[in-house]
């Protein structure tokens, strides 16, 4: 079976990278085993600002990644999301935020997606809850022990992630925000450095 390997964009600094190092797997896809959970876990409520404009919520899967969920809410608590950008957005594929480090307007953006946060990186929570539009998954490098705080939405189905990026959450309302979210330059691998949309706040409800 043939199974081609295209990295879409370049590996970050401090081995630190953005979904623009997935790997995009030229095989067939598998039918998913598992479907996420439909338990309530703690909530994380995004208002984001720009193109789009609106809440979107998320429910974490914290029984499915616990480590990386307890991560993602301690930043959000810490109000360490506020203000990030969505740094790389490609049409039909998925929205990427949660550069705390480099993903902030006042920073300048030029590094955007090559941080993370004081945190520790966290070793992969894999599961066999497959990428379908409205999941949420973790950025990492090339390495799999390297998500840190960056995630990113799927807009539409994407099996060749399963089992290779860590699932942390599903979007349960509103994907109308997520879907008008402005999209990045497909030359530069959805990137965007002028006037991106934001994260203007992001609150945990549990």
């Known amino acids: 079976m043939r199974s081609d390997a295209i990295i879409i964009g370049a590996l970050t600094a401090l081995g630190l990278a953005g979904i623009g190092a997935l790997y995009f797997a030229s095989q067939p896809a598998t039918a998913a085993s598992h479907a996420a959970p439909d338990g309530p876990g703690p909530n994380l409520e995004i208002t984001v600002a720009g193109e789009a ?17 307890e991560q993602i809410t301690a930043l959000a608590e810490e109000g360490a999301y506020d203000g990030v950008v969505f740094h790389r957005v490609i049409e039909g594929f998925m929205a990427q935020t949660g550069d705390v480090q480099f ?35 973790m950025a990492r490098a090339q ?64």
């Open 143 to 206: 390495d799999p022990n390297s998500a840190n705080s960056q995630f990113f939405i799927m807009f539409a189905p994407g099996d060749f992630l399963n089992g290779q990026y860590t699932v942390v959450g599903r979007v349960i309302e509103g994907m109308d925000v997520v879907d008008a979210i402005k999209k990045g330059d497909s030359a530069r691998n959805g990137m965007i450095t002028d006037a991106p949309d934001i994260m203007e706040s992001v609150t945990v409800v549990r």
């Open 103 to 137: 993903g902030t307007a006042e920073g300048g953006l030029a590094q955007a997606g090559m941080g993370g946060s004081e945190r520790p990186d966290l070793p992969a929570e894999f599961s066999d809850v497959p990428f379908e539009r409205g999941v949420v998954g």
């Open 53 to 69: 404009n609106g809440t979107v919520v998320i429910d974490l899967l914290d029984d499915i990644a616990p480590a990386h969920v």
